[in-house]
T-cell receptor, first 110, second 115 residues
């Protein structure tokens, strides 16, 4: 089993749609969780950290379920500019290391 | 403030040739990472430095890959000899302290093609 698994995608949605990405992780000792965004042929950039109580940043909501080892990202009212690959990221067994999922590609169409 | 700088941005070489990538992290960042990203995959850690010390190089194929971070600032990643399967994007990242909650800032990467 891979350490971080994500929906394979791609997700093709119209503008204004709500889209949800799911992710599971295998290391129950993981303490830090993130969503990174990667535009085509660009470097990954931090979108948001994920906290145990769940957190929201504008149209983006992240949730963490430690018991199920499950992370989610919800994007409301999607924009054309949200088109990118979304990477689920968890800290590894060496605490300073990050383990990235394969990413889920989102395409938002007019 | 400048971000993580990498060079070259693109490199095309023939198999069995050597190649080197250079990274300059964000000023003040003690932790530097080298990642490899294959098409359709997430980045995979190759090596992590805390200042000059390589604290995790368990995923670095040491038969052909080497890295150094002299003076705890810039870093170089080398492959010798390169193989066809080494074609990928090599990303450098840095963070302030390397703690589990620290944001990692990535450079634009070096896209390597081995022919």
């Amino acid at each position: 089993r891979k350490e971080v698994e994500q929906d394979p995608g791609p997700f093709n949605v119209p503008e204004g749609a709500t889209v949800a990405f799911n992710c599971t992780y295998s290391n129950s000792a993981s303490q830090s969780f993130f969503w990174y965004r990667q535009d085509c042929r660009k470097e990954p950039k931090l979108l948001m950290s994920v906290y145990s109580s769940g957190n929201e940043d504008g149209r983006f909501t992240a949730q963490l379920n430690r018991a199920s080892q499950y992370i989610s990202l919800l994007i409301r009212d999607s924009k054309l500019s949200d088109s990118a690959t979304y990477l689920c990221v968890v800290n590894g067994r060496s605490q300073g290391n990050l383990i990235f999922g394969k990413g889920t590609k989102l395409s938002v169409k007019p | 403030e400048a971000g993580v700088v990498q060079s070259p941005r693109y490199k095309i070489i023939e198999k069995k040739q050597p190649v080197a990538f250079w990274c300059n992290p964000i000023s003040g960042h003690n932790t530097l990472y080298w990642y490899l990203q294959n098409l359709g995959q997430g980045p995979e850690l190759l090596i992590r430095y805390e200042n000059e010390e390589a604290v995790d190089d368990s995923q670095l194929p040491k038969d052909r890959f080497s890295a150094e971070r002299l003076k705890g600032v810039d870093s170089t990643l080398k492959i010798q000899p390169a193989e066809l399967g080494d074609s990928a994007v090599y990303l450098c990242a840095s963070s302030f302290s390397g703690g589990p909650g620290d944001e990692q800032f990535f450079g634009p990467g070096t896209r390597l093609t081995v022919l």
